[in-house]
């Protein structure tokens, strides 16, 4: 069983990054600048946020903040969203999800230009990855594609099941792997609340990628021995040992599942870290203007 880090892949990458940027600084251009709109103080979009400022840091990016109270309207909300896709110094932002009730997180993402769009969620983007066209990727999906890549993962042929069909991972997180080339030329069935007989699909699965957001779910005896089992689940779970009050939890039972497989992906550590470092290569190609001509 190989650990799959991706919290040191992620560090690699971060690092990689600076070096371009300060090459960038030596040839007189600016340094790539991402902006966050953070509405509320949701103990968990706080905590990504800042994730997301302190990788900024270490990449040698600029970033700005912009905070709002979560009874901010729509109307505001879309006009702060208006400032960020004119203003010049801005190369890439994004608003932290999820969003108040009261606003529509579709109506929001719209409203973004596609070509600022580092999280990938505009339609524009979304269509243009369905094709194959450049465009900002899905950052959880693109970090998952790059450990997949930098562990040698073989996928070409292999069955792939995706757990989960939300817009920002399972649905992206399928067509990347379903793709033509490598890490890609999978075959891809996706997994949600109304598939019958989950467990024995898992358990044909060479690659299994467990995106549903429960705690525990995938057990080892839905793992087949050699797969290879990508955990994107963090779910903040109580735990009164720690001084945060919580742990994040995966949604695989990693003790069990671990020793049957060929790769697996820790929680913390492992898709967490490269969902960060993702959004830094996209903001990073968005300054370079290297996705839209
Ligand atoms: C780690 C997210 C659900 C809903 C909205 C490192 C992150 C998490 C874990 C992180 C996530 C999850 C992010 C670890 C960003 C991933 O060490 O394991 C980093 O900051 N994430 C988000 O912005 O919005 C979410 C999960």
């Known amino acids: 069983m190989q650990l799959i880090d991706g919290k040191k ?10 070096m371009e940027v300060e090459a960038m600084v030596a040839d007189g251009l600016r340094r790539p600048h991402l902006a966050a ?4 103080h949701d103990g968990g979009s706080e905590t990504y946020v800042a994730n997301k400022v302190k990788a900024c840091e270490v990449c040698g990016f ?12 729509e109307d505001e909300l879309l006009a702060e969203i208006d400032r960020l896709n004119k203003n010049p110094e801005i190369d890439g932002f994004i608003v932290q999800l999820p969003l108040p009730k009261h606003i529509s997180e579709q109506r929001v993402i719209e409203a973004i230009d596609p070509r ?18 450049p465009c ?55 997994c949600h609340s109304a598939t019958k ?3 024995a699909i898992c358990a044909e699965a060479d690659i299994v990628i467990a995106a549903l957001g429960v705690p525990g779910f995938v057990k080892a005896s839905m793992v087949k021995e050699g797969a290879t089992v990508i955990d994107v689940g963090t779910t903040r779970v109580p735990d009164s040992s720690r001084k945060s009050g919580f742990r994040l939890s995966g949604d695989v039972d990693f003790e069990n599942v671990a020793p049957k497989c060929a790769f697996i ?12 470092v993702s959004l830094m290569r996209n903001t990073l190609l968005a300054a370079k203007g290297e996705i839209y001509k």
């Open 37 to 40: 709109i953070l509405v509320g």
């Open 136 to 190: 900002f990727l899905p950052a959880t999906p693109s970090g998952i594609m790059e450990l997949l890549k930098r562990y040698d993962v073989p996928t070409r042929g292999m069955r792939c099941v995706v757990l989960g069909r939300s817009n920002i991972v399972g649905k992206p997180m399928a067509t990347l792997m379903m793709q033509k080339g490598y890490p890609g030329d999978a075959t891809v069935t996706v």
């Open 116 to 133: 600022k769009d580092v999280d990938g969620f505009h339609p524009v983007n979304v269509g243009r990855m369905s094709i194959g066209l």
């Open 197 to 199: 007989n989950l467990e």
């Open 265 to 276: 992906s820790p929680v913390p550590g492992g898709v967490g870290p490269m969902t960060i």
């Open 9 to 18: 892949t992620a560090d690699d990458i971060k690092r990689e990054i600076a």
């Open 62 to 73: 600029t970033s700005t903040l912009i905070r709002k109270e979560d009874d901010i309207t």
